[in-house]
């Protein structure tokens, strides 16, 4: 625990101390959109900020060096299997971290925006986005093994995350027409 904490424990109180000024960044944002005449102005001013701000600790986690295995796995749920042999913290830590790392952007990126508003967009931005952190993850020699499991787990969190919010797609939202 004392290394998990020596890890992630910067970058957990950064995140807590980010909310006031994320908060901060959306009202700014808002009204700097709602003076441009923007439509929706709030729902996208509060998504990009959340898409950010919700992103933002777990990439950071992620590519904090660590002093663990490296290497990369390119079959899938290779790594999954030899997973299920730890504990069972270390799996519900390594499976439900993959899950949340993109949430928030799977939860919100739909929100935000129409052309969004489809799960398999959302999985193929989430999917392009966990194939550049694999891939920085082992370039960068961070001592981290990089493993197409993780672009499956942190794809499929997107996705689940995205259902979450459904009801609130940008999508759904009628078009406004501009009459001349």
Do not use: C, K
């Not at 995140?15 to 005449?37: E, K, N, V």
């Not at 749920?77 to 830590?93: E, K, S, Y």
């Not at 990089?146 to 787990?153: A, E, F, M, R, Y």
Request: cysteine-free.
């Amino acid at each position: 625990m004392a290394r998990t904490w020596e890890l992630w424990g910067p970058v957990i109180i950064a995140g807590t101390f980010a909310l006031p000024l994320a908060l901060l960044a959306s009202l700014l944002l808002f009204r700097h959109r709602t003076r441009a005449g923007h439509h929706t102005a709030l729902r996208t001013s509060v998504a990009d900020v959340g898409i950010v701000t919700g992103t933002t600790p777990w990439i950071w986690m992620i590519l904090t060096p660590s002093t663990g295995r490296t290497g990369f796995s390119l079959v899938p749920f290779t790594d999954l299997a030899d997973l299920t042999r730890a504990a069972w913290q270390a799996v519900l830590v390594q499976v439900g971290g993959n899950l949340l790392v993109f949430a928030a952007l799977g939860a919100l990126l739909p929100v935000r925006s129409r052309a969004m508003s489809s799960t398999t967009r959302v999985a193929a931005v989430a999917a392009g986005f966990s194939v550049l952190v694999e891939v920085l993850q082992y370039a960068l020699r961070l001592g981290r093994f990089s493993s197409v499991d993780d672009v499956i787990l942190n794809t499929t969190g997107a996705v689940i995350f995205a259902l979450v919010t459904r009801r609130w797609w940008a999508g759904r939202v009628p078009a406004v027409t501009i009459s001349r």
